[in-house]
């Protein structure tokens, strides 16, 4: 495997479901970052985790609860979500260099995960 | 007002055509960086260039080429001899730190291009 994978690549659960979202970095970065991208709408920037401490929470809503057991693996437990949270959820990993965000971070991107909420 | 404005939706060209896809930026920071990124049917975001606030040289790279002008706050794409593998949507990004110390990358909208054959 390279770069940035992401699994299920699909999802459909139901609103009482409890699913978890897998991305695997194999860059060596020590940064991960989940994002939301919902039909024309911008990137929404949900966490960042440097070093497996989690660095922003971009107030999201406590449904989604984000695991970060290494600098390579990133989770999103998913728990009672709504309809609108349906969307492509993105990974992404950079490296810090300086052990925080810099703005010459470059991220890449997994293919995401596409998840509908029934 | 938005960060990034990319003010082409969509764009639809036939191949072998030129296009330029256009970005504008808003920031008061003398140090930043711009990026664009290209997103394919499949979903993921490939990184295709980044550039620094200092550097206002125009890059080439193939096909593609970018302008960057801070006069105009602006950092174009143009895909020259357009292919049917261009298609996809094409995103403007700002990277400033905001505040001091806090990092942030902006998106913007997106530009869809439909390359047809």
């Known amino acids: 495997e390279t770069g940035v994978t992401q699994t299920p690549r699909h999802l459909v659960m139901g609103m009482t479901n409890k699913k978890s979202l897998k991305c695997e970095q194999h860059?060596?970065?020590?940064?991960m970052y989940w994002y939301k991208q919902s039909a024309k709408k911008p990137l929404e920037l949900m966490f960042v985790y440097n070093f497996k401490e989690q660095t922003e929470n971009n107030s999201v809503p406590s449904r989604f609860s984000p695991e970060c057991p290494n600098s390579s693996h990133l989770f999103l437990h998913l728990h009672t979500l709504q309809p609108e949270d349906s969307a492509l959820y993105l990974c992404?990993?950079?490296?810090?260099?300086?052990?925080?965000?810099?703005?010459?971070?470059?991220?890449?991107f997994g293919p995401g995960t596409r998840l509908t909420v029934l | 007002a938005q960060k990034v404005t990319q003010a082409q939706t969509e764009i639809s060209v036939v191949e072998k055509e030129d296009v330029t896809l256009d970005c504008v930026y808003e920031t008061r920071d003398t140090t930043y960086y711009l990026f664009w990124y290209k997103q394919p049917p499949s979903g993921e975001l490939v990184f295709l260039i980044r550039r620094n606030s200092f550097d206002e040289q125009n890059e080439i790279s193939g096909r593609y080429s970018w302008n960057f002008q801070k006069s105009t706050s602006s950092f174009n794409f143009t895909i020259t001899a357009s292919q049917v593998v261009d298609s996809a949507v094409y995103f403007c990004?700002?990277?400033?730190?905001?505040?001091?110390?806090?990092?942030?990358?902006?998106f913007g909208k997106g530009t869809l291009l439909t390359v047809n054959p």
């Open positions: 860059l060596g970065h020590n940064a």
């Open positions: 990004a700002l990277s400033e730190a905001s505040g001091g110390s806090n990092y942030k990358l902006t």
């Open positions: 992404a990993s950079s490296q810090q260099h300086s052990g925080r965000a810099s703005i010459t971070d470059t991220q890449y």
